[in-house]
């Protein structure tokens, strides 16, 4: 797989496992991300986010949010 591919990866599998943590749509969660980039968070900290676990990453993101003023 390519790191290209494995980024795509990450993003993927990190929305779906916080659509699920943060009990909302597809939708709700894209518009979160046109607020917040959260893909482009998860594809830019890629390197460090691929060696931590996907809690991990939730609260790294979560954090994020906050710092941008939002709130999940």
Known sequence: MTLKERKI???????????????????EFLDLDERYNILRLLRLGYEPFHLTGDEGIALEVEKHIKECGGRV
């Open 9 to 27: 990866f990450l993003q993927v599998d990190m929305m779906y496992y916080l659509i699920k943590r943060w009990g909302i749509s597809l939708n």
